[in-house]
């Protein structure tokens, strides 16, 4: 017969192990949440801009960022554009690779104000993908979108003027993980190599 203490550690464990596997689909799918309801500024994803503009015009800002474990530099091409409200936009990023190895990056995003990433929408995106760049490389990154013309049904949205659109980028970690790896094989064979005597 199984003591109660072993049940009750057996069902401890079961408990311990639901948390962490619980931990690891939170991220996704909150992910997943944001992107179907713009919560938290994510923009929504699209097929297609809508057939017909509305007259309302908002101001589209752009703003880059990148974190200090990939070094890159990171910009708009543009630092703002006027749009009606279902016209399809399209805006350009310039990234660089300014280190001596080829990089992976990825890249998060985010619209402010938060209220307005419900409306905001995006057909192409350069941050759908990761981003590997080789040594010195230098590429033009665009990114297609529009504001939905359901935004003017919205009251809580009149006072919109402008919207931002801003990207984050960082290192790939499983790109970091193997640049460590080869450092070190590369360290091992340099230390394996024969020492000439002279």
Do not use: H
Not at 128 to 156: C, H, K, T, W
Not at 173 to 195: C, F, G, M
Request: glycine share 6%; proline share 6%; with cysteine.
């Amino acid at each position: 017969m199984v003591s109660k203490n072993a049940r009750t550690g057996a069902l401890l464990l079961g408990i311990a192990a639901a948390m962490v596997g619980a931990s690891f689909a939170a991220v996704p799918l909150y992910q997943l949440f944001c992107q179907v309801t713009g919560y938290g500024g994510t923009p929504n994803v699209a097929e297609a801009a809508p057939a017909t503009a509305g007259e309302r015009v908002i101001k589209i800002r752009f703003n880059s960022d990148v974190d200090r474990s990939l070094p890159w530099q990171f910009q708009p091409a543009q630092r703002e554009m006027a749009l009606k409200v279902g016209e399809q936009g399209l805006a350009f990023y310039a990234a660089r690779n300014t280190s001596d190895r080829a990089m992976t990056g990825i890249a998060t995003f985010n619209v402010t104000p938060l209220k307005a990433g419900a409306y905001f929408s995006k057909v192409q995106c350069f941050c759908f993908n990761e981003q590997r760049l080789a040594a010195g490389e230098e590429v033009d990154m665009p990114v297609s979108f529009f504001v939905d013309p359901e935004i003017n049904n919205d009251p809580n949205l009149d006072d919109v003027k402008t919207i931002t659109l801003s990207y984050t980028f960082f290192r790939d970690p499983d790109d970091a993980e193997n640049e460590a790896v080869e450092r070190t094989e590369d360290e091992t064979a340099a230390l394996a190599q024969p020492i000439a005597v002279n």
